[in-house]
């Protein structure tokens, strides 16, 4: 990744907006996730409760990069899940299509005028991801 792109400032009104939609966004992020049962299978009938839970570190993570203007904060996190969660039986493409996911939601929900910045710090952590992931070259969006 950029080196310049490691520091980025957002609106303090765009978080704010983003921080008043986060039930919203998640909500609609787990139900979305749920359709996919192929991803989901292995959580078994705590799927709804654990997917909730990481959509919710998810947005914690971004609200602390976002509130102090530094990306670093998602990289170790990053760097964290690709060693955790696959002990855990979660497949880390499927963290990237849930990170794909929430860009979308993020996208429809928020106002255009609001989301610009926290789009940048989610469109970040997608392309971070296909850079770990061996044969995720996807373009990110």
């Not at 704010?16 to 979305?32: G, H, P, S, Y």
């Not at 990170?99 to 929900?109: A, S």
């Not at 850079?131 to 996807?138: A, I, M, R, S, V």
């Amino acid at each position: 990744m950029d080196e310049s792109s490691h520091e980025v400032e957002i609106d303090p009104e765009d978080l704010k907006v983003f921080r008043e939609m986060k039930a919203e966004i998640i909500t609609l992020a787990v139900e979305r996730s749920l359709l996919r049962e192929e991803e989901i299978r292995h959580h078994g009938k705590n799927a709804r409760q654990i997917i909730a839970e990481g959509f919710d570190f998810t947005f914690k993570m971004l609200d602390a990069a976002m509130a102090v203007g530094e990306l670093s904060i998602l990289e170790d996190q990053l760097s964290w899940a690709l060693k955790r969660l696959p002990h855990d039986n979660v497949n880390p493409v499927f963290i990237l299509n849930r990170f794909e996911l929430f860009y979308d939601v993020v996208d429809e929900v928020m106002p255009a005028e609001k989301s610009t910045g926290v789009k940048h710090y989610i469109r970040w952590m997608i392309e971070r991801m296909h850079e770990l992931l061996p044969n995720t070259d996807q373009p990110p969006k």
